[in-house]
């Protein structure tokens, strides 16, 4: 059973597109994130929802947005996509907020190309 | 601010010889330090914590790392390394600020193990 799952793994498009990757959970968690890994495998978090509701919102182009439909998931929509986009992203979710008591879960990831 | 900083960029080990890879943090807090684990082409999983209980923590696979204050350090440990541990390795602070469940990655240590 896949805990966190994203589709699509791969996704390669031109420069100017609008294009959404999605990330479903199955373990009942509360809490989701988006995070950004570049091309020297730096992470780092985008956003994060709690309920629904956006509790991380971090200095990111307003041309990504996140969408949670309910609990259980969380899209992430890019317009006017970019060639600095091209990255892979990870979405993850927790019981709760708190990482000392409550493990992120990371999916497996979505290689974004921008050509 | 919370930051880590991890040493080394690449180690390489042989088969059966100790590893370690070094992280320092910065914290104004009292930090919660996690170790996680990427292999390749893979989401990311947790193999061990930090969360002040004590400051030798286990984690899977055989990892342990221990938790100095006076060198602000949370190296990662492993007695004898094994093939399958070839991957790269991020040593992460939590930003409690907030309570946002925000982690902040170290920009990640590439272990490659040779037989």
């Known amino acids: 059973d896949t805990a966190v799952s994203q589709t699509p793994k791969y996704l390669v498009t031109q420069m100017g597109n609008d294009k959404s990757i999605k990330c479903e959970q199955n373990?009942?968690?509360?809490?989701m994130y988006w995070y950004k890994q570049d091309s020297k495998k730096f992470l780092k978090i985008m956003f994060s929802y709690n309920n629904k509701e956006l509790i991380i919102n971090e200095t990111v182009p307003n041309r990504f947005s996140p969408k949670s439909p309910d609990k259980a998931h969380l899209n992430l929509h890019i317009n006017s996509l970019e060639l600095g986009d091209s990255a892979v992203y990870f979405c993850a979710s927790s019981q709760a907020r708190d990482p000392t008591f409550y493990e992120q879960y990371f999916g497996p990831g979505t290689r974004l190309t921008v050509t | 601010a919370q930051s880590v900083t991890q040493l080394d960029s690449h180690v390489s080990v042989s088969e059966g010889t100790p590893v370690l890879l070094r992280c320092n943090y910065s914290?104004?807090?009292?930090?919660?330090l996690f170790w996680y684990v990427q292999h390749p082409n893979k989401g990311l999983q947790l193999l061990l914590k930090?969360?002040?209980?004590?400051?030798l923590v286990k984690g899977i696979n055989g990892f342990e790392a221990e938790f100095k204050k006076s060198e602000t350090s949370f190296h990662l440990t492993k007695p004898s390394a094994h093939m399958s541990d070839a991957a790269e390795y991020f040593c992460?602070?939590?930003?409690?600020?907030?309570?946002?469940?925000?982690?902040?990655f170290g920009q990640g240590t590439t272990l490659q193990v040779k037989p």
């Open positions: 914290s104004s807090y009292s930090p919660s």
């Open positions: 373990l009942g968690h509360d809490t």
């Open positions: 992460v602070v939590s930003d409690p600020s907030g309570n946002t469940g925000k982690l902040i």
């Open positions: 930090y969360t002040s209980a004590a400051t």
